[in-house]
């Protein structure tokens, strides 16, 4: 078996690539890295496959600033020289932040912060301060109620250009208590009409509020 080194590599998934699924990301990275002559570590057996990893599946058309894979790569490769050989490997959409040695699981990651414009049609900032203030509850999968105040760990409401409600919250996104944020839109669509809205991820916490690495 081959020695390698895992990396963590920090990137953002924004544009056309928000429309790209999970299998599809992985499929892209391991070809993007094959491209940029960064050997991927795989596994043994009779169908071989990249030892990839991604801390989590981001829903299909939602933006992020912080999406994380964890790759295992062969050969004595540095972090500066992993995001020097891959520029230009990546379609746009997909941009390498940062590339370093982890020093933490992903199951460490205890919330996230989101961006959630909304187009409102017929309420503004006051209805949804009420809204969100007052406990409301969605439908998380069928049958499963939940009461969206139990997963959001703070929240603002806030004007935004082209008549939009920027809603910045940060909401629980660890292994036992997760929230999609399309949750939230739920909520407001309970009571009222989003004629459109957009989501993006902005960062990723610990359970002491440090940005995750």
Same mark, same amino acid.
């Given at each position: 078996m081959s020695e390698f080194v895992t990396f963590r590599?920090?990137?953002?998934?924004?544009?056309n690539m928000k429309y790209i699924s999970h299998l599809d990301l992985n499929r892209l990275f391991?070809?993007?890295?094959?491209?940029?002559?960064?050997?991927?570590?795989?596994s043994e057996?009779?169908?071989?496959?990249?030892k990839i990893s991604f801390a989590s599946a981001l829903s299909l058309g939602m933006e992020s600033l912080c999406e994380f894979a964890d790759a295992k790569?062969?050969?004595l490769e540095t972090d500066a020289g992993i995001i020097e050989k891959t520029k230009g490997k990546f379609p746009p959409g997909i941009n390498?932040?940062?590339?370093y040695e982890p020093g933490s699981d992903f199951k460490n990651?205890?919330?996230?912060?989101?961006?959630?414009?909304?187009?409102?049609?017929?309420?503004?900032?006051?209805?949804?301060?009420?809204l969100f203030s007052e406990g409301v509850s969605v439908e998380k999968k069928p049958?499963? #109620?939940? +009461?969206?105040?139990?997963y959001i760990r703070n929240i603002a409401i806030s004007g935004e250009a082209g008549? !939009?409600? /920027?809603?910045?919250?940060?909401?629980?996104?660890?292994?036992?208590? #997760?929230? +999609?944020?399309?949750?939230?839109?739920?909520?407001?669509?309970?009571?009222?009409?989003?004629?459109? !809205?957009? /989501?993006?991820?902005i960062e990723n916490y610990d359970v002491q509020n440090n940005i995750f690495r």
């Open positions: 590599i920090k990137f953002e998934k924004t544009g391991s070809r993007a890295l094959a491209r940029a002559g960064v050997e991927l570590a795989h057996g009779f169908n071989p496959h990249p790569i062969v050969g390498i932040v940062e590339v990651i205890d919330r996230a912060r989101y961006h959630i414009s909304v187009k409102p049609e017929g309420f503004g900032i006051p209805e949804l301060e009420a049958g499963v #109620y939940i +009461n969206l105040s139990d008549g !939009y409600i /920027l809603i910045d919250a940060v909401l629980a996104a660890n292994p036992q208590m #997760y929230l +999609n944020p399309e949750n939230m839109i739920k909520a407001i669509n309970s009571r009222f009409a989003a004629s459109d !809205y957009f /989501l993006k991820k």
